[in-house]
């Protein structure tokens, strides 16, 4: 069964850090591309970051230049490095693959088709 | 970056009924497009990619249609576990975008 478990989450200060991590069974995470996607309280889905199957890492906007999204081939394993972290960071993370999917007219196209639980990670001041 | 919009926010119906969700990208993403359902305190789960390729094991009463910058998901005859809140993503670039969903509710 493919099957991703977040952990890491918890309760933070402003300007802390904490790390996230996402760990895989069932599929191989340098194979793959493996997202992180969080939701604040009561509001919709934001893509946080990207590390692709050759390594190639993006963020968005939010969070660029405090988060790191990385990978342990051995432990099969996605993290996420959370930096100065700010009380708009409060959400749910969820690690997801972004995995390439056959079109039913032919073609490749990517979905998010298999996700972790999540993880709440709640920053206070 | 492309902004995706969807409509309606919110959305009431009944057992039965067939409900149309439409999602509006702010440039060409030809077909790469992919719906989402998510129930409360439970992950997303993919229902279609490539605009109207269904996902394996999603119920065939979901539907989508659409390319270029409109799209549609369409649920006929809703079953009770469908009410749900329902997410259009773009895959034609990154950032992968999100709509920022539809609730549909019991009516």
């Known amino acids: 069964e493919v099957q991703l478990v977040e952990s890491g989450g918890g309760l933070i200060q402003v300007g802390g850090s904490l790390r996230l991590s996402c760990a895989a069974s069932?599929?191989?995470?340098?194979?793959?591309?493996m997202t992180w996607v969080r939701q604040a309280p009561g509001k919709g889905l934001d893509w946080v970051s990207i590390i692709y199957s050759g390594g190639t890492t993006l963020y968005a906007d939010s969070v660029k230049g405090r988060f790191t999204i990385s990978r342990d081939i051995l432990k099969n394993a996605v993290y996420l490095q959370m930096n100065t972290l700010r009380a708009e960071d409060t959400a749910v993370y969820y690690c997801?693959?972004?995995?390439?999917?056959?079109?039913?007219?032919?073609?490749?196209?990517?979905?998010?088709?298999?996700w972790g639980q999540g993880t709440t990670v709640t920053v206070s001041s | 970056d492309i902004q995706m919009t969807q409509s309606p926010s919110s959305l009431s119906a009944s057992v039965g009924d067939r409900v149309t969700i439409t999602c509006r990208a702010s440039?060409?993403?030809?077909?790469?497009l992919n719906w989402y359902q998510q129930k409360p305190g439970k992950a997303p789960n993919l229902l279609i990619y490539?605009?109207?390729s269904l996902q394996s094991g999603v119920p065939s009463r979901f539907s989508g249609s659409g390319s270029g910058t409109d799209f549609t998901l369409t649920i006929n005859s809703l079953q009770p576990e469908d009410f749900a809140t329902y997410y259009c993503?773009?895959?034609?670039?990154?950032?992968?975008?999100f709509g920022q969903g539809t609730k549909l509710e019991m009516k």
């Open positions: 997801a693959r972004d995995s390439a999917l056959s079109g039913f007219y032919g073609g490749t196209y990517y979905g998010f088709d298999v």
């Open positions: 069932g599929l191989i995470v340098s194979g793959t591309y």
């Open positions: 440039q060409s993403i030809t077909i790469y």
């Open positions: 490539a605009a109207s």
């Open positions: 993503q773009q895959s034609y670039s990154t950032p992968r975008t």
